[in-house]
Structures are given as structure tokens and as C-alpha cells.
């Protein structure tokens, strides 16, 4: 079956630390991948998505993903967190075999950053 | 600003009692998506309507049913809740469901307290 892995579900960090979360993807197709992040008591909102070209994608907010084919993987990044990063992080994958668009999530990244 | 919406945020419901959740949308998208999403676990998509064409995924159980009134509209019916169904539900929109474009839009979700 089509799933999504993401390695760490907590994550703690100190202000101006670096970030990675990882995502790994098992659907050997053609794909597009989405980063959703959820902010405390909001709804989930889209930090950035890859469809196709570049592999490096820059979403809002300085973060940034890198999607390595190889790998099946779709690691996100950000050089310096802020304590305003504070929420879940939420990997998806969009297979795009025939028929309609779907989306497939990860079981989400808790992160917490201390000032 | 177009939005998704979910009312109520949080519902408590008895055992066995039928119960339903509503979704709008000022975004005047196509697709309408409902997904459970059970604590510390990935969003688990249910079903989701193309215009009037209602889409089942082939293991959302036949307890949860779906309806789409209009194009604003959608509404989650669970017909007899059982203790498993204690989730967040959460209703998320797009434009399209084919095509490179694809991006859904998600609602703040109803948080379901089944006693």
C-alpha cells in the first residue's frame, strides 16, 4: 500500500537552530509532495509543494524541501527556526496515477522551539 | 477572505447517536474532502464529492455517510458513532481534482467526543 513516512514525530529545537524533518514516500510513480503545517488551534495550511523542475522548492516563511528521487524522499529544511515555527508539520503525497488527485499524509512531526 | 469552514468545532455525542458534521466554503471550489484524523496518526481520507459525484475511498466504513446539498455545502453523517470514531474531522477543498494545479485547502476541523 501507498504510504508516508516521517521519521521524527517530536522535535525540539532552541531559536536560531537549524531544522530538518524528514519524509520518505513508497509510491514508485510519478508523484507531486506537499509540506502542510498546522499552527496551533488552526487548520492546516500549505508551506510549499513540489510538482515538478527544480528539485530544491522554497516555500513561505524561509522553508525550504528537497525532493530526491532516488531516495523517495522530501526532506524539509530551514537554516535558523524561530519560536514562531512552533506547530506540526505534516508530509503528503500526491500519486498520480489515473484517475483523481489524492492526498496521502504522513503521521506528522510535533515541533517545539524554546527561545 | 474565501475560507473553508467547520461547525461545530468541538461535538460530544453518545454512543450509538446518529451525528452530523458540517463543512462550507466561500472558495466556489469543485472538490470536497472529508478526512478522520485519530490522534498522533496520519489524516485518513473518507470520501470526497466532484460536483455531485460522490467518491467513497474503499475502506471508510459504511457507518459514515456524506452530503453535498450545493456547492457550499457538505455535511459528514456518522450514523452510529462507536468509541473508535473519537477523531478530528476535518473537510478540505480544491479547485480540481486532476491536472498539475492540484491543491486542497483545509477547514479547522471538528474535534468528535464519542461517551
Known amino acids: 500500500a501507498q504510504s508516508v513516512s516521517q521519521h521524527n514525530h517530536h522535535v525540539i529545537l532552541s531559536e536560531a537552530a537549524s531544522l530538518e524533518l524528514g519524509c520518505n514516500y513508497s509510491?514508485?510513480?510519478?508523484?507531486?509532495l506537499f509540506w502542510y503545517v498546522q499552527y496551533p488551534g488552526q487548520h492546516l495550511q500549505l508551506l510549499l509543494k513540489y510538482f515538478s523542475g527544480d528539485p530544491l522548492v522554497k516555500g513561505i516563511k524561509g522553508f525550504e524541501a528537497e525532493f530526491i528521487k532516488s531516495k523517495f524522499s522530501f526532506n524539509l529544511r530551514k537554516p535558523s527556526v524561530q519560536w514562531s515555527d512552533t506547530a506540526e508539520y505534516f508530509c503528503a503525497v500526491n500519486p498520480l496515477s489515473g484517475g483523481y488527485n489524492k492526498l496521502i499524509f504522513g503521521a506528522g512531526t510535533r515541533l517545539a522551539v524554546h527561545p | 477572505d474565501a475560507m473553508v469552514i467547520q461547525n461545530p468545532r468541538y461535538q460530544v455525542t453518545q454512543f450509538g447517536k446518529p451525528v452530523t458534521l458540517s463543512c462550507s466554503q466561500t472558495l466556489n471550489h469543485n472538490v470536497m474532502y472529508w478526512y478522520q484524523q485519530k490522534s498522533s496518526q496520519a489524516p485518513k481520507l473518507l470520501f470526497h464529492?466532484?460536483?455531485?459525484?460522490?467518491?467513497n475511498e474503499a475502506d471508510t466504513p459504511d457507518n459514515f455517510q456524506s452530503r453535498r446539498p450545493n456547492t457550499s455545502f457538505c455535511f459528514l453523517d456518522i450514523r452510529s458513532p462507536g468509541l473508535g470514531d473519537a477523531a478530528m474531522y476535518l473537510c478540505?477543498?480544491?479547485?480540481?481534482?486532476?491536472?498539475?494545479?492540484?491543491?486542497?485547502?483545509f477547514g479547522p476541523g471538528t474535534r468528535l467526543t464519542v461517551t
Open positions: 464529492y466532484y460536483d455531485k459525484d460522490f467518491n
Open positions: 509510491y514508485g510513480g510519478t508523484v507531486n
Open positions: 478540505a477543498t480544491s479547485r480540481s481534482r486532476t491536472g498539475s494545479s492540484y491543491e486542497q485547502y
